[in-house]
């Protein structure tokens, strides 16, 4: 049976695995794992898997399947995504609004469509297709974007970054997995009000949330990285989403420089707070499978 993911959870990563599922603390509600870390792979990564799924529920969130890429989906791998997909029991998948692949070569990065209204039949085609192939619920993620959209370089026929996620709903019956840190993030790098953007999207189409840490350039430029601590501005924005959204589970996000167990904790411990003081009256349920 499905089990649904509560709270806050955290992203499982082989590097702080073992001493993560020793202790198996109560604060971490779920967690999330990339399946491309596990098809097609066994050894210790399989042992890691199989001993969290005993102990939480697992959420999976992809990285290769990027939903604004033009090229063919391959078949074979989404076979093979669907069984791990049910095999792990989630209640939803995610993929990002973005492409990552162009002729038949992986870019190893996840790129920003243009926010065109062509760009978002497109991708909404592509979610339902993928949607299709993988037959569970499929949420999409906003991702962080460093140079100049249509709009912000004063052209008219673009679109503002949360009217184009919205746009994605309005054609697919989708989910998005709200990443709060990247609307921060692209807030502070093209000057919009997040708060603003957070407004925009539909409540009730917001399945789960990501938070994360990012690096601040010389310059200002900022860059997310989930490579460090997550900042305050983010917390005090995660909590004005939590307001709006109501509570669906939130994700602490660390890929890059993971520190000791104790710090990822603390700031789980932090996030739940803000968690149970920001949804104790929250506006809606929170999102079940």
């Known amino acids: 049976m499905t089990k649904a993911p509560r709270g806050i959870g955290l992203g499982f990563r082989v590097g702080m695995a073992e001493r993560f599922l020793e202790e198996a603390p109560e604060i971490v509600g779920w967690v999330e794992v990339h399946p491309e870390n596990y098809i097609g792979r066994g050894g210790r990564y399989r042992d890691y898997l199989k001993r969290a799924m005993e102990r939480w529920p697992v959420v999976t969130h992809g990285l290769s ?4 890429d033009t090229d063919p989906s391959d078949a074979e791998y989404l076979a093979q995504l669907r069984s791990f997909l049910g095999d792990v029991g989630t209640p939803w998948h995610s993929e990002h609004l973005c492409f990552g692949s162009v002729g038949g070569a992986a870019l190893h990065d996840l790129l920003p469509l243009p926010f065109t209204e062509e760009a978002a039949t497109l991708a909404a085609r592509r979610l339902d297709e993928v949607r299709s192939a993988v037959d569970v619920e499929l949420a999409f993620e906003n991702v962080s974007y460093y140079a100049p959209q249509p709009t912000e370089m004063g052209d008219e026929s673009g679109l503002e970054e949360a009217t184009f996620c919205a746009e994605v709903l309005e054609r697919t019956d ?8 990247n609307v921060y993030v692209n807030s502070q790098n093209f000057g919009f009000d997040p708060r603003a953007f957070i407004d925009r999207i539909p409540p009730e189409r917001v399945i789960q949330m990501h938070v994360a840490g990012h690096f601040v350039r010389d310059d200002g430029l900022r860059i997310d990285t989930h490579g ?8 005090d924005l995660l909590d004005y989403t939590l307001r709006h959204v109501g509570p669906v589970p939130v994700l602490l996000e660390r890929d890059n420089d993971i520190p000791p167990l ?3 904790i603390a700031e789980v411990e932090r996030l739940d707070a803000i968690y149970q003081r920001a949804t ?3 506006p809606r349920a929170a999102v079940a499978p």
């Open 65 to 68: 399947t990027c939903l604004g």
């Open 262 to 264: 104790e710090e990822l």
């Open 174 to 181: 989708a989910k998005i997995l709200l990443d709060v840190n």
């Open 280 to 282: 104790a009256e929250a």
């Open 228 to 235: 460090s601590s997550v900042c305050e501005d983010v917390y």
